[in-house]
């Protein structure tokens, strides 16, 4: 059974950057090669998709992070990425990746926490 691990995540001030990272651990190529998605849930928040990777590595984003975040993927690594800029305290969730459809179990995410 595949597993997905978060990291990358930490505090940081607003306009700050974080790069996360996810590998899908146990997975072999032919799972990975998917549409992968980040998600974020923040407190009291349902889970939302912010961004998407399809396999041949075309992008899509959620207007709320839109020219300011950049999703990525390492097929060979079975990595995802999720390189975040000018961070903002409304950014403030808890992080996971997941594939768009016949999504996994979800990991323990990673949590990212901007301050004003």
């Known amino acids: 059974q595949a597993r997905l691990v978060e990291s990358g995540g930490g505090l940081v001030q607003a306009g700050g950057s974080l790069k996360l990272s996810c590998v899908a651990s146990?997975?072999?190529?032919?799972?990975?090669?998917?549409?992968w998605g980040w998600y974020r849930q923040a407190p009291g928040q349902e889970r939302e998709l912010v961004a998407t990777?399809?396999?041949?590595?075309?992008?899509d984003y959620a207007d709320s992070v839109k020219g300011r975040f950049t999703i990525s993927r390492d097929n060979r690594r079975k990595k995802v990425y999720f390189e975040m800029t000018n961070l903002r305290p409304e950014d403030t969730a808890v992080y996971y990746c997941?594939?768009?459809?016949?999504?996994?179990?979800w990991g323990q995410g990673t949590q990212v926490t901007v301050s004003s």
């Open positions: 997941n594939r768009v459809s016949n999504r996994l179990d």
């Open positions: 146990g997975m072999i190529t032919s799972e990975f090669n998917n549409d």
């Open positions: 990777i399809t396999v041949r590595g075309n992008t």
